[in-house]
């Protein structure tokens, strides 16, 4: 199962489920893919689309997903890589009025350069093509702090810029 989460952002997120259904079309991988979609509208053949799940759920959903394909946002990046999961992040941008700034792919290179995930900011498909030889790095954080941080600056209202 492929899960892919787009986050609970205010912005509509449509691209990287295009980029989905482009995959889907193109490779026709044997998965069954299930979207978050958050505050996206978007309706698909070939994605099963749940509106919201509650935090519970979401960890059920990284924990089954052979791949999960994620927004860039830190919290849910990190819980995929916790759970040593073959990730594809696709960061948010600006010019598509996904979000503010370009702060996600600062992320998103640093994490992929690391080696704990694969960029599809750009196109899902040619990260998928790299899965079969890409074995995510080992989780080495030491604690939590990344998603007790996220909580606190989400609380406050307050959004990451890398």
Same mark, same amino acid.
């Given at each position: 199962?492929?899960?892919?989460?787009?986050?609970?952002?205010?912005?509509?997120? #449509?691209?990287?489920?295009?980029?989905?259904?482009?995959?889907? $079309?193109?490779?026709? #991988?044997? &998965?069954?893919?299930?979207?978050?979609?958050?505050?996206? &509208?978007?309706?698909? *053949?070939?994605?099963?689309?749940? %509106?919201?799940?509650? %935090?519970?759920?979401?960890?059920?959903?990284?924990?089954?997903? *052979?791949?999960?394909i994620s927004h860039a946002g830190s919290g849910a990046l990190f819980s995929a890589i916790q759970k040593g999961k073959k990730c594809i992040a696709v960061?948010?941008?600006?010019?598509?009025?996904?979000?503010?700034? $370009?702060?996600?792919?600062?992320?998103?290179?640093?994490?992929?350069? %690391?080696?704990?995930?694969?960029?599809?900011?750009?196109?899902?498909?040619?990260?998928?093509?790299?899965?079969?030889?890409?074995? #995510?790095?080992?989780? *080495?954080?030491?604690?939590?702090? #990344?998603?007790?941080v996220e909580k606190l600056l989400n609380k406050w209202g307050v959004e990451l810029k890398m």
């Amino acid at each position: 199962m492929v899960f892919i989460t787009l986050g609970t952002q205010g912005n509509q997120f #449509p691209r990287c489920l295009q980029m989905v259904e482009e995959l889907i $079309d193109t490779l026709h #991988p044997a &998965h069954e893919f299930i979207v978050q979609l958050g505050n996206t &509208h978007y309706t698909s *053949d070939t994605i099963k689309c749940l %509106e919201y799940v509650a %935090e519970n759920e979401f960890k059920e959903y990284i924990a089954k997903a *052979d791949v999960v394909i994620s927004h860039a946002g830190s919290g849910a990046l990190f819980s995929a890589i916790q759970k040593g999961k073959k990730c594809i992040a696709v960061a948010r941008l600006k010019k598509y009025n996904e979000m503010l700034n $370009d702060h996600q792919t600062e992320l998103v290179r640093k994490l992929s350069q %690391e080696g704990y995930i694969l960029d599809g900011t750009y196109s899902i498909v040619d990260a998928w093509e790299k899965l079969d030889d890409f074995t #995510p790095r080992e989780n *080495d954080f030491t604690c939590g702090i #990344p998603s007790e941080v996220e909580k606190l600056l989400n609380k406050w209202g307050v959004e990451l810029k890398m």
